[in-house]
């Protein structure tokens, strides 16, 4: 049995590691190197980094014995998603979208779009922990004051960080750390961002696997506003499932 996993994800990582006990033959690629780090000296499992575009992934797939191709990417990277379908039906592959469980709960604000979150935070006073990565960091430079009010949690990558920096972001409030972060050291770094006043908390909705319930009680602890970047509806199949479709053609 061969397996294409893209995404450098928690799921992407844990559908790794299950194919390696089954001792099957898995490629996983990941759009960066240091995710790479999470998955090295799995059996059976060859990593590669690489960004591969539609064309890239069919020529890929036409020059392999692939069984399954799945898409583990993040929920957020559409297009990637969609090269990877059209990739997959072109080449007559089974293809299968690992989707997150996501858990819906009546406290946190959710939004449509980054430009109404900014619009809310214009329209409201305090200080706000930004953990939705670097890739819209552009946007929130629209939020008034951006370089004193806003704290940036973003990985530790090099191109984080010189992202966040060239968009005025101030040194002292950029967070480098990998997650998911746990309740405890959730409320650690909401306190830190300032004792007085409103906060906010900034993230995209997720699943248990990113770290979302414990930004939740965080902010629930710390009596701060939870803002809520939603998902788009998408089909698919959980982690979980999907094992039990490998597990049946073993």
Do not use: W
Request: aromatic share 10%; glycine share 6%; proline share 2%.
């Amino acid at each position: 049995m061969n397996v294409c996993i893209f995404g450098g994800t928690t799921e992407g990582r844990l559908l790794a590691e299950f194919l390696s006990e089954l001792n099957a033959e898995t490629d996983l690629y990941i759009a960066t190197e240091y995710g790479e780090q999470f998955v090295k000296g799995l059996k059976n499992v060859n990593v590669h980094q690489s960004r591969l575009d539609k064309k890239s992934m069919i020529e890929l797939f036409k020059n392999s014995s692939v069984d399954y191709v799945v898409d583990a990417t993040h929920p957020f990277a559409k297009i990637v998603s969609q090269n990877v379908r059209e990739a997959a039906e072109y080449c007559n592959l089974k293809y299968y979208r690992i989707i997150r469980e996501a858990d819906k709960d009546e406290y946190p604000i959710y939004f449509d779009h980054v430009e109404n979150i900014v619009r809310y935070l214009n329209d409201n006073e305090g200080n706000i922990l930004l953990t939705t990565g670097s890739k819209d960091l552009d946007k929130f430079t629209g939020i008034n004051n951006y370089k004193e009010r806003i704290f940036v949690r973003i990985l530790p990558m090099e191109s984080s960080l010189k992202r966040a920096l060239e968009l005025a972001y101030s040194n002292k409030n950029i967070i480098c750390m990998q997650g998911p972060f746990s309740e405890e050291l959730n409320i650690a770094m909401i306190n830190s961002i300032g004792s007085n006043g409103t906060k906010f908390l900034v993230t995209k909705e997720s699943a248990a696997s990113g770290g979302f319930e414990e930004k939740i009680s965080a902010c629930i602890k710390t009596n701060t506003k939870c803002l809520v970047l939603k998902m788009a509806e998408e089909e698919g199949i959980t982690l979980k499932n999907f094992k039990e479709i490998i597990r049946g053609n073993i």
